[in-house]
């Protein structure tokens, strides 16, 4: 995808209505700090558009990033924070439900994984919610750069055992630092685009 545009167009926060949108919508999902603004960014060309966190549990609203006219990328609150209340996951949970539930535009959700880490239990929650809402998963390791080469295949092994995939399910291992596998994981983004 050629960036000619980008903006921040929509910030839900955890009781506003959802918006109606025209456009696709392709949503990442993913703990705090696992690097979703990240890779907006990188999948942006953008150093820094979207908000990267010094401390995790940042982004605690539903960022709606205009892609040229053509998309939008959701950029969804963290979740595993443990410093949060309680009250502050129950809003998140709800948020996010009523997000997957209620988008008539959402064409995919990212599930974003520390490339490092097996997934954790709200991480296989939150896959199992995805594919109960209707979506394909498409998990999107994160943070690559800071593995050895001989663990890539290794780790993604491990995702993709931890969470259950099929065959066929989508994992991308990606860098935004370095920028691996950003056009792959656009490619994906356009062909649920339509
Ligand atoms: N080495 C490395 N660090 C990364 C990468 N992506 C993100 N980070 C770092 O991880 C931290 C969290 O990144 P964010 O993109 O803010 O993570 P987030 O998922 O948006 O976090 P919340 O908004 O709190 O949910 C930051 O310090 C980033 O610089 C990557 O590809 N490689
Ligand atoms: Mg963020």
Same mark, same amino acid.
């Given at each position: 995808m050629v960036i000619k545009k980008v903006s921040l167009d929509i910030v839900a926060g955890v009781t506003s209505k959802l918006p109606e949108t025209d456009m696709p919508e392709v949503a990442l999902a993913g703990r705090s700090n696992v690097g979703k603004s990240?890779?907006? %960014? &990188?999948?942006? %060309?953008?150093? &820094?558009? &979207?908000r990267v966190s010094a401390s995790p549990g940042k982004t605690q609203t539903i960022n709606y990033y205009n892609i040229n006219d053509i998309l939008y990328l959701v950029d969804l609150p963290g979740y595993g924070y443990t410093k949060a209340s309680v009250k502050v996951k129950e809003q998140w949970g709800r948020m996010v439900e009523r997000y997957l539930k209620g988008s008539g535009s959402l064409k995919a959700v990212f599930l974003l994984n520390d490339s490092r880490h097996p997934p954790t239990a709200s991480d296989r929650q939150m896959f199992d919610w995805v594919c109960r809402s209707g979506y394909r998963p498409v998990v999107i390791a994160t943070k690559s750069d800071k593995l050895k080469k001989n663990d890539i295949e290794k780790n993604k092994k491990i995702i993709r055992q931890t969470y259950g995939m099929k065959p066929d399910d989508v994992l991308i291992m990606t860098s935004s630092l370095k920028k691996e596998n950003i056009e792959e994981v656009w490619q994906v983004i356009e062909s649920v685009m339509t």
């Open positions: 990240s890779l907006i %960014n &990188a999948l942006m %060309n953008r150093k &820094a558009y &979207a």
